[in-house]
């Protein structure tokens, strides 16, 4: 089976420009969550997708947002960029349903702002 | 809110010793805690987890103990190995193993040596 992909790998933006960051989870996972990593915050949780709906939402401002497709294909966008934005966003999938919750990682998108 | 401490930020054992990480979370709902290990430069993989209905768990050279009187949970690692070296992250979920949202704690970067 195929692992969770993560695309663009790595990218370099400036401040004020947005970015958007594609996950595609592992076949028959409907559950796709976002988590921003920097050395002094560790894994922050941003939000999970499942079955296409946003079913939780961490504290992120509102420039951080994401969307599921049907196939279960998930990105996130962070417009008006920040240098404190530079960080590591993974993202992870699962089944989705109660008693399967191990989060499978992608490698991450290294985003680094300007 | 949702709040998980994790101490130490660092620790290093000799070969052979046993390695405790010790974490404390916030949330009363919280009911399944899984562990990460995430190697350099690689994507976090859980270890080990625990649900709130069961006080230790253990699996070969890794356990899990829960107090949830205390809000408080630990990894203990017997017969460290070099390959035990990585960044170990706790964490504390309110679904029961659903998936998804996790709030982790800040890592401890274990180092073993040989």
């Known amino acids: 089976k195929a692992g969770v992909t993560q695309t663009p790998r790595y990218l370099i933006k400036t401040r004020g420009q947005q970015v958007t960051l594609s996950c595609s989870p592992i076949?028959?996972?409907?559950?796709v969550s976002w988590y921003q990593q920097t050395p002094g915050q560790g894994l922050q949780f941003l939000f999970e997708y499942f079955s296409e709906t946003q079913r939780n939402k961490g504290n992120f401002p509102g420039r951080f947002s994401g969307r599921q497709f049907s196939n279960s294909r998930s990105e996130m966008n962070v417009s008006t960029l920040e240098l404190g934005d530079s960080a590591l966003y993974l993202c992870a999938s699962s089944p989705g349903t109660v008693g399967t919750g191990e989060l499978f990682f992608g490698e991450g998108s290294r985003l680094t702002v300007l | 809110g949702e709040n998980v401490e994790q101490h130490p930020s660092t620790l290093s054992v000799q070969e052979g010793d046993s390695a405790v990480i010790k974490c404390t979370y916030s949330d009363s709902a919280s009911n399944y805690f899984p562990w990460y290990k995430q190697e350099l430069g690689k994507r976090p993989q859980l270890i080990i987890d625990?649900?709130?209905?069961?006080g230790e768990k253990k699996d070969q050279r890794i356990a899990v103990t829960l107090n949830k009187t205390a809000k408080h949970f630990s990894l203990h690692i017997t017969e460290t190995q070099p390959e035990d070296s990585a960044v170990y992250f706790c964490a504390a979920s309110p679904f029961y193993n659903q998936g998804g949202k996790l709030i982790f704690g800040q890592g401890t970067e274990l180092s073993v040596k040989p």
């Open positions: 625990i649900r709130s209905n069961v």
């Open positions: 076949s028959g996972h409907r559950s």
